[in-house]
Each structure stands twice: as structure tokens, then as C-alpha cells.
């Protein structure tokens, strides 16, 4: 057993090329987790984040580099290592038939678990995740979030001390997406580790503890949400004035106001500038806006995209390197 | 000792959790076996009432009906393929078997549950269109003992079909897919001795068709109920009763690995 400092997941050096793809889908891919924390691998689509959850599961056998999971080798003891983790993929991994009952019966008799325990461990996952009255409906009735959670608590069987999580709220409404978020940090109150992936920074930034932007199969910038997004300069605020001649004024009221760096574009009559996340400063922006006399148009607050976090990280968007 | 006798018991228990799981889609989505017998339904019905008399003077068939009852039950065990095939390759799509796979239970044990519960599907299966059978007119007349075994012969080949149709399923990627593969198993179940005895086809054809699979097990299965057949003198057709033990072997022999190889290999 590992000790309560060392990495709960630790990869070194992973990589894989698929047989039927010429770029490596992880090259050189390195992670320290630790146990307790939420860590989130943050990357476009294509960047090798799916790949990198699955070989850590004992899904994809990679060409090189090592990788234990909670004191075991993935390669050399995946046995061991699937009595420790759980995995909720992309999509919902349930019978569609069946129940949610029924589903986690099955899944908690595959755990190996007595036909009573088994009964006794879906009825109290099923209150748990709130589904206590969805129970004996067919799965293929249940809403977006209803079946995320189910997927969840199917993870859960065991209480697996790593819980691997592929883009968890990815195709969920705002409404499912806050049950989901919910549930992780319950998860992480009772001790176990997660390690999610994600397209949205402000996923990442909601949950993790830390987070490692990955591209092209390598984690390329690691740290906390914090830390990140200072890096990447935090929200901008975005001006779209009304009149075309008045786009400098504008430029030259939010420079006095919020700082370098600017980005002005004269073709859509909009500037850009960094500002706080709080309201204040936005209200600090439309003042002297109005004091300038400038009669603007739209005017917005944005936080940073993963493009941007990227085209801060790596001076390119994201994609481009590709192919 | 004790460690394989558990281990062994895990597996066995493994099995009969899925088999369970795809025998309850029997029971709550029946449109999965009423899929399968449709065609041969309406095969009992259009070949026993519209084409069977022509078809059976041609052949040289006195009673048409009691020569294309276990035609049929052969072709119904062959079109098991198609559900085997897209039953798992949906699983394979949305995920399900990944989370099998990251499950610590035995690692051939969704295989074999689905296999398992692919035969029962055959029993009923079997049992309607026997029912069908004897609507119209369909006899046995060897006595129970013999068309008891001729069914377990076509269970047999069912179990075989059913390893294909798993081999299948983890190796195509969309059930559109799974669908072109199923056209395929109509030729070869034509292509045999199902609707019209061997011995009509052309001469280039004929051997073809006593070399399927699917006609060694009908043609033993004709011979245990009792049924009317033109066996021609070829070595296979005349040793029906044993290639209809040995061709389900043999296939079973290299779909088992090939399906468990795909299965554990984790290079989908």
C-alpha cells in the first residue's frame, strides 16, 4: 500500500500509437495524483485524454512507460487494479433495459458481491443518488443526469478508492451538469480520488484541485485552477460599440481602466480587456464608458475559453499543430 | 486447489449473471426473438401452403412439409447470428463491455453469459416454430428419444453460430455494419440443404452445399425425425449424423479464441 503523500496514480512515460492512426495518441504522457484530490485532465478533443484514462484503467495496453494505480501495475496486476477503480466513460456503460435496480444488482454481483449484499448495496446507491423512485424503470427512460448518476453509482459498487471520470457532463444540461458536479465532490468528501476529464475550463476550475492541460498525447501545463487561469489572464470584458470611429476612444477608456494587454478589433467594432471576475469591475468598465460619452452596443463579460487557455499556453489555437 | 475450485465458481456465477442479463431483453423487449422467427414463420407458411407442392414434386419429395421443418429449424438457428452480432456490438459502442472489462469478475464471462443465453433464446426459439410445425401438419416419427436428439443437434449448431455472431460483434463497429454481415447469412443458408435437397443443384454447386454446416445438421436432424430427404451418396452426406457433431466443434474450435483474443485484447 501506497503511503498517504505518495501519488495514488502515478504514469511515467506512457506511450501509444494505434495501429490504424500515424500520430501517437499518448507520447510521453506523465501524471502524479494525489489520493484525496480531484484531478482533472483538461484538453481538446484529440488531445489523448481518453486514451490516457483508459490505459490508467487497465483498458488499453500501451507500447511503453509505466503507470500504477493505487499501489498496483496497471500491465503486470489489472486484476488487482479493477478491484480498486472505478470507470464511468464517455457514455453511459448500462443496460438500457434493465432497471436501475436491476443494473446495479448485476454490476455488484460481477463485484463479486453475495446476492443479498448485492440487493442491499443497489438499494442504498440508488437513495443515494436520488434514484430510489426510478428504481424498476427501464434505464432507456431515464433523463441525461439520471443516467450519469446511475453510471456513477455503478462505479461506485465497490467504493473503488480511484474513480476514473471520461468528460462526465459532456452532452448534460446546465441542470444535470450541477447534479454530476455534486455528486463528484460528495465522492471526494468520503475520500476517494477522481480524476476526471474535460473540455470545459470552467469544469475543471468547479471541481479540480489540480489540473494538467494535455495536447498531443503530453500534459503540457499543470497546476491549480488558480494558478491556470492567472496564467492565462483571468475574464475580459468585451465592448461592442456602436459607431466604428469611436472604436479607439473605446480602446483608450479601457486601457485607463483595466490595463494591458488590449485586443482591439476595428472590423467588429470590438475591444477586449482583462478585468476581475467580479461584477464591480464590470460595473467600473460601464461607467466610464458612459462618462466618455461612448454609446456602446453590446458589452459582456467573458471568462476564458479552452482556446484561449491554450493560445496562451502553447501560442497556437487549438487543432492547429494537427494533421 | 481451493483457490481454482473458487476461481471456477466465480466464473461459473459470472456466466449465469450475464446470461441472465440478456434473458431478461427476451422478456422485456420480445422484439429481439420475434425478429428471429419472423422469416422463418413465414417460411413454414409460404413454403407449406404456396410453393412447397411445386417445390416438392420437383425435388422428388412426397410430403413437403415434413422435408422443410428441420430446414427450417436450421435456418432459425443461423439467423441467431444477426441478434448475437448486434447485441454486442452495441455493447461495444455505448461503452458496456469497457465497463465489464474494468470489472474484476471472470474475463470470458460476458462471452460465455451471452452464448448461454443465446441457446436458451434457441430452445424457444425451436419450441414455436415446432409449434408452427405441427399446425400444419408436421410430424416426428422416430419417437421422443430421437427428436429429442435432433434438437439438441441444432442447439449445437446454435451454440456454434452464436460464437460467430460474438466474433462478429467485437470486431465490426456499428450494427449498419453487423446488418451487411447478416446478408451474407441468408446465401449461405440457401446454399444448402434447407429448402430443396442437394441433389437438385448443379453439379458445381452441390458439393458446396453438402459442405455447409448447416446441411449436416439437417440432414441428421431429417434422419432422427424421421422426415422425407434425397441423401445423396457423398462421403459427408452419407456421415451426416457425425459431421453435425464435428462442423459445430470445429467452428466453435476457432471462434472461441479468436472471440476471447478480441475480447481481452485491449487494442480495440
Same mark, same amino acid.
Given at each position: 500500500m501506497t503511503g498517504t503523500t505518495e501519488a495514488v496514480i502515478l504514469a511515467e512515460g506512457v506511450r501509444k500509437t494505434y495501429p490504424s492512426r500515424s500520430r501517437p495518441s499518448l507520447d510521453g504522457f506523465d501524471l502524479a495524483v494525489r489520493p484525496g484530490t480531484v484531478h482533472a485532465l483538461l484538453?481538446?478533443? *484529440? @488531445? *489523448?485524454k481518453t486514451t490516457a484514462v483508459r490505459a490508467m484503467a487497465t483498458l488499453v495496453r500501451f507500447d511503453a512507460g509505466r503507470v500504477r494505480v493505487a499501489g498496483c501495475d496497471v500491465a503486470s496486476e489489472s486484476r488487482r487494479v479493477r478491484e480498486r477503480i472505478g470507470l464511468t466513460g464517455q457514455? @453511459? @456503460?448500462?443496460?438500457?433495459?434493465? *432497471?436501475g435496480r436491476r443494473n446495479l444488482e448485476m454490476f455488484a454481483r460481477l463485484h463479486h458481491l453475495r446476492p443479498g449484499a448485492a440487493r442491499a448495496r443497489a438499494a442504498e446507491l440508488l437513495e443515494r443518488f436520488g434514484l430510489a423512485d426510478a428504481a424498476e424503470r427501464p434505464v432507456r427512460q431515464y433523463s441525461g443526469g439520471m443516467r450519469r448518476r446511475l453510471d456513477l453509482a455503478a462505479s461506485l459498487i465497490l467504493d473503488p478508492r480511484v474513480l476514473f471520470l471520461d468528460e462526465p457532463t459532456t452532452g448534460l444540461d446546465p441542470r444535470s451538469r450541477a447534479e454530476v458536479w455534486r455528486a463528484v465532490r460528495d465522492l471526494v468528501d468520503r475520500g476517494t480520488t477522481v480524476l476526471l476529464t474535460t473540455q470545459y475550463l470552467e469544469e475543471a476550475d468547479r471541481l479540480a484541485d489540480t489540473v494538467s492541460v494535455v495536447e498531443a498525447g503530453r500534459v503540457i501545463a499543470e497546476g491549480p485552477p488558480e494558478e491556470l487561469k492567472r496564467r492565462v489572464g483571468g475574464s475580459r470584458v468585451e465592448v461592442v460599440v456602436a459607431d466604428p470611429s469611436e472604436v479607439d476612444k473605446a480602446a483608450e477608456v479601457l486601457g485607463r481602466v483595466c490595463g494591458a494587454p488590449l485586443d482591439v478589433d476595428p472590423d467588429t467594432q470590438t475591444v477586449r480587456a482583462p478585468v476581475g471576475g467580479r461584477g464591480s469591475e464590470l460595473a467600473k468598465v460601464v461607467r466610464a464608458l458612459d462618462e466618455a460619452g461612448l454609446e456602446v452596443e453590446d458589452i459582456a463579460l467573458r471568462r476564458p475559453s479552452l482556446d484561449e487557455v491554450f493560445l496562451s499556453l502553447t501560442g497556437r489555437r487549438t487543432g492547429e499543430g494537427e494533421g | 486447489m481451493n483457490a481454482t475450485v473458487r476461481r471456477l465458481g466465480w466464473a461459473l456465477s459470472d456466466t449465469g449473471v450475464v446470461a441472465r442479463r440478456y434473458l431478461s431483453h427476451l422478456v422485456h423487449k420480445p422484439d429481439e426473438l420475434i425478429g428471429t422467427l419472423l422469416i422463418p414463420v413465414l417460411a413454414v407458411l409460404l413454403f407449406g401452403f404456396v410453393f412447397g407442392e411445386t417445390m416438392g414434386a420437383a425435388a422428388g419429395v412426397d410430403d413437403y412439409r415434413d422435408f422443410l421443418m428441420p430446414g427450417l429449424f436450421a435456418l432459425t438457428m443461423a439467423f441467431g447470428i444477426g441478434n448475437t452480432t448486434i447485441a454486442v456490438v452495441s455493447d461495444a459502442g455505448r461503452g458496456v463491455i469497457d465497463r465489464f472489462r474494468t470489472l !474484476?469478475? $471472470? &474475463?470470458s464471462a460476458l462471452l460465455a453469459g451471452r452464448s448461454v443465453s443465446d441457446v436458451v433464446a434457441g430452445v424457444v426459439d425451436l419450441a414455436v416454430l415446432a409449434g408452427m410445425g405441427l399446425l400444419i401438419g408436421w410430424r416426428w416419427n422416430e419417437g421422443w428419444p430421437s427428436a429429442l436428439a435432433a434438437l439438441g443437434l441444432l442447439l449445437w449448431l446454435r451454440l456454434a453460430f452464436t460464437w460467430i455472431g460474438i466474433y462478429l460483434g467485437l470486431v465490426v463497429r456499428s450494427p449498419e455494419a453487423a446488418m451487411k454481415f447478416f446478408s451474407l447469412v441468408f446465401p449461405l443458408a440457401m446454399v $444448402?440443404?434447407?429448402?430443396? !435437397?442437394?441433389?437438385?443443384? &448443379?453439379g458445381w454447386l452441390a458439393p458446396l452445399a453438402e459442405w455447409n454446416p448447416l446441411s449436416a445438421t439437417v440432414v441428421a436432424a431429417r434422419d432422427l425425425f424421421g422426415s422425407p430427404g434425397v441423401v445423396s451418396d457423398s462421403w459427408v452426406a452419407q456421415n451426416a449424423l457425425l459431421m453435425a457433431l464435428v462442423w459445430p466443434l470445429v467452428l466453435l474450435a476457432v471462434f472461441v479464441p479468436l472471440a476471447v483474443h478480441r475480447y481481452r485484447s485491449a487494442a480495440r
Open positions: 484538453g481538446p478533443n *484529440g @488531445a *489523448g457514455y @453511459a @456503460a448500462l443496460d438500457e433495459v434493465l *432497471g | !474484476p469478475m $471472470a &474475463p $444448402a440443404d434447407t429448402f430443396v !435437397p442437394t441433389s437438385s443443384m &448443379p
